[in-house]
């Protein structure tokens, strides 16, 4: 009696929530909602995990904190440091590395995240590309991840300046650099960032609520619209026996997406701590207090943004003198290359959709192979991409290899223009080379090594006629013309 009393209360308790809420709707329509199944779509999942072990972890980091430039004298547990001048900042890293119980695992564990977000973020996004997922109706969902890469780098910058070392000082005199050679407004958009004169007093202050408010409250309404879309326009899902463009063949999110996707976070929550436990990142300790007047030798920024620092460090340092302007080509050509690679990002879907006149919707998504076109500009992209990230070490690199670091910066140059056309052309032919192989297992079968002697003396191989599944995964696409035209 008291069960069924016990019961009758929690039915009101949920009758009532759901009278005002519309919870018992919602959940008969979207908690049974199918999702595919493929370890691709992972990668999605860990952007998101890795973005939420990176709010846990920054409040945290808030409490201990201190955004001020003002100048203290250090005395802490850290000796090397002990009665040098540094700024609150600084003085406050420190503190939380060394003296706060757990705050240097936190601190890396914060650091370690947003690496992973980054690189997360952006492997989710070649997957997009290279399977052609970002097609009608998806274009603004892919707007959205990419704005989401976007704030993520500049997060990141944000982020790694705060601590007001020597090498992340080194990387606000880079931003600082790039912003004079902005023609005739350049020094005026330095005065305004930095308050000043650079390095001036309130550049910390300034990031930190970027860092810590703005910009993460603008990703974390991008995750939640770019998550509600993925709902709305349903899971795109790879080729295969029984998937259509009009279903979706796959588990319900509740329970099994939900279980699975419940225990994929604590392992990535697992591992991210794991790192942060084993592998120190960003000692600021050993670079010491900023000062404008020092460089840090072998400066280097996070991987992610490499590539600008690489733009820099291998253009030629040209300057034009324009109506009494002098332009310092060096950093403004690289200054404008940088937002306009992302730009083209952004809107390739839009291209592409043009010069192909294709306006269909798809839900299925392309073998990379089968899309040789799309499949070599990714990898040429991502080798440009790799060989900037070079060019941003070039004196890491000649130091390792033991060469001249005009060798190397003369290797990157050149590189930026010949590698990603040879990746590009030999891209284009492995895909279609990979197409005439899957069209002679369609035609032939696998070898099976099995040689058979024919009655007139022949020997051949003996061939296993593909399944029905392999066949439909091979032949479930539109071939291209090129391909087409060479067979007889």
């Given at each position: 009696?008291?069960?069924?009393?016990?019961?009758?209360r929690?039915?009101?308790?949920?009758?009532?929530?759901?009278?005002?809420?519309?919870?018992?709707?919602?959940?008969?329509?979207?908690l049974?909602?199918?999702?595919?199944?493929?370890w691709?779509?992972l990668?999605?999942e860990?952007?998101?995990?890795?973005?939420?072990?990176?709010?846990?972890?920054?409040?945290?980091?808030?409490?201990?904190f201190h955004?001020?430039?003002?100048e203290?004298?250090?005395?802490?547990?850290?000796?090397?440091l002990?009665?040098?001048r540094?700024?609150?900042?600084?003085a406050s890293?420190?503190?939380?590395?060394?003296?706060?119980?757990?705050?240097?695992l936190?601190?890396q564990?914060h650091?370690?995240?947003?690496?992973?977000?980054?690189?997360?973020m952006?492997?989710?996004?070649?997957?997009?590309?290279?399977?052609?997922?970002?097609?009608?109706?998806?274009?603004?969902?892919?707007l959205?991840?990419?704005?989401l890469?976007?704030?993520?780098?500049?997060?990141?910058?944000l982020?790694?300046?705060?601590?007001?070392?020597?090498?992340?000082?080194?990387g606000l005199r880079f931003?600082?650099?790039?912003?004079?050679?902005?023609?005739?407004v350049g020094?005026?958009?330095?005065?305004?960032l930095?308050?000043?004169?650079?390095?001036?007093?309130?550049?910390?202050?300034r990031?930190?609520?970027?860092?810590?408010?703005?910009?993460p409250?603008?990703?974390?309404?991008?995750?939640?619209?770019?998550l509600?879309?993925?709902v709305?326009?349903?899971?795109?899902?790879?080729?295969?026996?029984?998937?259509?463009?009009r279903?979706?063949?796959?588990?319900?999110?509740?329970?099994?997406?939900?279980?699975?996707?419940?225990?994929f976070?604590?392992?990535?929550?697992?591992?991210?701590?794991?790192?942060?436990a084993?592998?120190?990142v960003?000692?600021?300790?050993l670079y010491?207090p900023y000062?404008?007047?020092?460089?840090?030798?072998?400066?280097?920024?996070?991987?992610?943004?490499?590539?600008a620092?690489g733009?820099?460090?291998?253009?030629?340092?040209?300057?034009?003198?324009?109506?009494?302007?002098?332009?310092?080509?060096?950093?403004?050509?690289?200054?404008?290359v940088?937002?306009?690679?992302?730009?083209l990002?952004?809107?390739?879907?839009?291209l592409?959709?043009?010069l192909t006149?294709?306006?269909?919707?798809?839900?299925?998504?392309?073998?990379?192979?089968?899309?040789p076109?799309?499949?070599?500009?990714?990898?040429?992209?991502?080798?440009?991409?790799?060989?900037l990230?070079?060019g941003?070490?070039?004196?890491?690199?000649?130091?390792?290899?033991?060469?001249?670091?005009?060798?190397?910066?003369?290797?990157v140059?050149?590189?930026?223009?010949?590698?990603?056309?040879?990746?590009a052309?030999?891209?284009?032919?492995?895909c279609?080379?990979?197409?005439?192989?899957?069209?002679?297992?369609?035609?032939?079968g696998?070898?099976?090594?099995?040689?058979?002697?024919?009655?007139?003396?022949?020997?051949?191989?003996?061939?296993?006629p593909l399944?029905?599944?392999?066949?439909?995964?091979?032949t479930?696409?539109?071939?291209q013309?090129?391909?087409?035209?060479?067979?007889?």
């Amino acid at each position: 009696m008291r069960d069924a009393q016990k019961a009758g209360r929690g039915e009101r308790v949920a009758d009532w929530f759901d009278g005002r809420l519309g919870l018992h709707a919602f959940g008969k329509r979207y908690l049974r909602k199918v999702f595919p199944d493929h370890w691709s779509f992972l990668l999605g999942e860990i952007c998101l995990y890795s973005f939420v072990v990176l709010v846990l972890t920054g409040v945290y980091l808030t409490l201990f904190f201190h955004p001020s430039m003002n100048e203290v004298t250090y005395h802490g547990s850290y000796v090397p440091l002990n009665g040098i001048r540094m700024s609150d900042a600084y003085a406050s890293t420190l503190h939380l590395s060394f003296d706060v119980r757990g705050g240097l695992l936190i601190r890396q564990l914060h650091h370690w995240a947003a690496l992973v977000f980054v690189a997360a973020m952006l492997a989710h996004m070649m997957r997009h590309f290279f399977t052609g997922s970002f097609r009608r109706p998806r274009e603004l969902n892919w707007l959205f991840g990419w704005t989401l890469l976007f704030l993520g780098l500049f997060e990141g910058l944000l982020g790694y300046s705060l601590p007001d070392d020597l090498l992340s000082g080194t990387g606000l005199r880079f931003v600082d650099g790039a912003l004079l050679s902005v023609p005739v407004v350049g020094t005026y958009l330095s005065m305004w960032l930095f308050g000043g004169e650079y390095p001036g007093h309130d550049i910390v202050s300034r990031f930190y609520a970027l860092h810590v408010l703005l910009i993460p409250g603008v990703m974390a309404a991008l995750v939640v619209v770019h998550l509600l879309l993925v709902v709305f326009h349903k899971h795109t899902q790879v080729a295969g026996p029984g998937r259509t463009e009009r279903n979706v063949v796959g588990a319900p999110f509740m329970p099994v997406y939900l279980a699975k996707a419940g225990g994929f976070f604590f392992l990535v929550f697992g591992l991210l701590t794991v790192l942060a436990a084993v592998a120190s990142v960003n000692p600021v300790w050993l670079y010491g207090p900023y000062r404008a007047d020092q460089v840090s030798t072998g400066a280097q920024p996070d991987w992610y943004l490499g590539f600008a620092e690489g733009l820099v460090r291998v253009m030629p340092g040209w300057e034009v003198t324009v109506a009494g302007h002098t332009l310092v080509l060096g950093v403004l050509i690289p200054v404008v290359v940088f937002p306009l690679l992302l730009v083209l990002i952004g809107g390739y879907p839009f291209l592409e959709a043009w010069l192909t006149g294709d306006k269909r919707e798809h839900h299925l998504l392309d073998r990379p192979r089968n899309r040789p076109g799309r499949t070599a500009i990714g990898a040429a992209w991502i080798s440009l991409y790799l060989v900037l990230l070079a060019g941003g070490g070039n004196d890491i690199v000649a130091t390792r290899l033991h060469l001249s670091i005009n060798t190397v910066t003369w290797l990157v140059r050149v590189g930026v223009f010949v590698v990603p056309a040879v990746v590009a052309v030999a891209t284009r032919r492995i895909c279609l080379g990979l197409q005439l192989r899957d069209s002679e297992l369609v035609a032939h079968g696998r070898e099976t090594g099995v040689i058979r002697r024919l009655p007139h003396g022949e020997y051949v191989e003996v061939r296993r006629p593909l399944g029905q599944a392999e066949l439909h995964t091979l032949t479930a696409h539109r071939r291209q013309r090129e391909l087409a035209e060479r067979e007889p």
